[in-house]
């Protein structure tokens, strides 16, 4: 590893894209300088308004550009690139930077055949697939373009998008892409480009949810028809043996019922006896038969295999579910996150949630080379209400008619007492399905707009424009839904948010199982704040911060549980968060709203 340089001896251009930096902005904006050039990590808890885009890639920028390096600024959703590509816009005013914007090779396809394949999934010839691919990675970089804009270049051209993007992305400064393509067990993107890994920087937006997607990426679930479409496969006929040995071990696994902790070593050893390999050694073997064909059922037995015993006690296996499968679920992100994180020069990961810091350093394993930063919200304290509502739960031995009852009520009151449109934010959808039921029939003055599991995006969009044309709806979501991330609600759009119930993770094998490895890393009272508190409440942040977007937006923030104003909960939120408890919602409400958007009506 290179000596660290004195940040005062590296000259650099100033890259903030903006005539003035805010207050508040400007902390945020030194100390990511600062952690740049020291070669620390800095997880920064920075709410809505900072300004945490321009602030990061400019500084990231600045300090890359000046080193020869490379920046990724990693997202968790597609939809999140674009504000990354608007802000590289204004700083390419300042310095010609070159920019390209990445997404998932089947997001990019143009040739996508039957079904949404992409025929280089498959294995099968691409007209897209040509020699014209070097002059579009060139126009690729001429201007930062967002990832439409791209094929749309590569269309007119005929070459394939994604090829032209992993071209340019060699001669690129900085790469905008998603976490999955840097934070992987396999050769990702930090190998693509031609500059040297310890030269790269890493900005992690929305990194609250790093954790959790590197856990969802490292796990994989296997049941008997997976198996049996392999045997069929006439592709894998060498690897029949192997493959009924497979089965025999997954009918073994499963002959005992369900079951909390499965040993790995049931399949490795069967395998072992009979084939002479182990489940990683099949896995590889598979993988080089299908070569480049992606086609789903070989590929999920390909993946499972790879999994299976790969990162020892840092993953739960177990058997669920009628018929059967075998799932195998990584509980320690950092046996991924933290090689990747050695690797690179260091990295900014920050979020408007990323509360606390500390709990997300010492998860993704760098808690001995970060930074941990709170900054204040820069939005006016008094035009926020937090409140907490005694008397209601959603904990599960509370849940009856009675509760849901109770649960109605104080949703009608708070919808004949907001002015505007107000967002209930449930534990589930079952939740508030059975909290509609108690509302069926009542009138209380605005219309519900109900989200679902099935609505679709424009269905949602569609519901965001009538919010805003009547200017009198009550959405009711899961908080785990599209609503409460990714969905900007800007101008005021609510004057309320209410989070219904604590949305803590239901009973499972998985929970419990993480609960007991993390109580192994970190003791028992730990375990549980971050395997259950502590999440739970990065979801009530992320609802109630749909509704103050700006310094001039107003809202009131009702928290329908009365475990918000006990502790380990109360504690846990964030001070800025922490609610007093109603006496009067009503009436408070009518306060709160009568001294910031006058009288209601």
């Known amino acids: 590893m290179e000596a660290t340089e004195p940040a005062s001896q590296v ?8 005539e003035r930096v805010r207050k508040g902005q400007d902390q945020f904006l030194e100390e990511a300088r600062n952690c740049f050039a020291s070669r620390t990590h800095l997880l920064a808890h920075a709410p809505t308004g900072m300004g945490k885009t321009a602030v990061s890639l400019a500084a990231g920028l600045e300090c890359s550009l000046a080193r020869g390096g490379f920046l990724f600024f990693l997202t968790s959703k597609q939809s999140q690139h674009a504000a990354a590509v608007e802000c590289l816009r204004q700083i390419w005013r300042r310095r010609r930077l070159k920019a390209v914007d990445i997404v998932a090779r089947e997001s990019m396809c143009l040739a996508q055949r039957k079904g949404g394949r992409s025929p280089c999934m498959e294995g099968a010839s691409c007209y897209f697939r040509n020699a014209k691919v070097e002059e579009a990675a060139d126009l690729l970089l001429d201007y930062p373009l967002h990832v439409q804009e791209a094929a749309s270049v590569c269309l007119r051209l005929g070459a394939c998008p994604y090829l032209a993007s992993m071209k340019a992305l060699r001669l690129a400064d900085v790469a905008v892409c998603d976490f999955n393509q840097v934070f992987t067990m396999g050769d990702g993107l930090l190998q693509r480009t031609t500059r040297e890994t310890a030269s790269t920087l890493l900005v992690v937006d929305e990194a609250h949810n790093l954790a959790t997607r590197i856990m969802d990426n490292h796990s994989a679930a296997l049941d008997e028809h997976t198996v049996s479409m392999a045997l069929a496969d006439p592709r894998l006929r060498r690897l029949r043996y192997d493959l009924e040995a497979v089965r025999d071990a997954f009918r073994e696994i499963c002959r005992q019922g369900e079951r909390r902790s499965v040993d790995p070593l049931v399949l490795d050893d069967i395998l072992e006896g009979r084939c002479g390999t182990r489940s990683s050694g099949l896995a590889q073997e598979l993988a080089e038969e299908l070569g480049e064909d992606a086609r789903t059922k070989p590929q999920e037995l390909v993946r499972f295999l790879s999994l299976w015993s790969a990162f020892g006690k840092g993953s739960a296996r177990f058997v669920r579910g009628r018929p059967p499968s075998v799932h195998c679920r990584l509980l320690e992100p950092s046996l991924v996150s933290a090689p990747v994180l050695d690797k690179v020069r260091c990295a900014l990961l920050m979020s408007g949630t ?21 900054y204040p919200s820069p939005f006016p304290s008094e035009n926020r209400l937090v409140l907490a509502v005694p008397g209601v739960s959603s904990r599960f031995q509370q849940r009856s008619e009675g509760m849901y009852q109770s ?14 449109n107000l967002a209930a934010f449930f534990p589930s959808y079952e939740f508030m399905s059975a909290v509609m039921f108690q509302l069926r029939g009542s009138t209380f003055g605005k219309e519900i707009l109900a989200d679902s599991k099935d609505l679709s995006k424009n269905e949602r969009e569609a519901m965001i424009l009538e919010m805003r044309r009547e200017g009198n709806r009550a959405l009711f979501a899961s908080i785990g839904g599209s609503f409460t991330e990714g969905v900007d609600f800007n101008d005021n759009l609510l004057s309320a948010v209410l989070v219904v119930g604590l949305p803590l993770s239901p009973p499972s094998e998985e929970q419990d199982a993480l609960t007991s490895r993390l109580g192994e890393r970190f003791g028992r009272s730990r375990a549980k704040l971050y395997a259950q508190t502590y999440p739970a409440i990065a979801k009530v942040l992320q609802a109630s911060g749909r509704a103050i977007r700006s310094e001039e937006d107003k809202a009131a923030i009702v928290l329908l549980d009365e475990r918000y104003l006990l502790p380990p909960v109360s504690t846990a939120l964030p001070e800025e968060h922490r609610p007093r408890c109603s006496m009067d919602l009503a009436r408070e409400l009518d306060e709160f709203f009568g001294r910031t958007k006058g009288a209601t009506g």
């Open 11 to 18: 000259k650099f251009d100033d890259l903030f894209p903006f």
């Open 354 to 374: 990323l509360h606390p810091p500390e709990m997300f350093a010492e998860l993704l394993g760098i808690a001995d080379r970060s930074a941990c930063r709170r």
């Open 407 to 420: 649960i109605s009520r104080r949703l009608r009151e708070a919808c004949e007492h907001v002015p505007g």
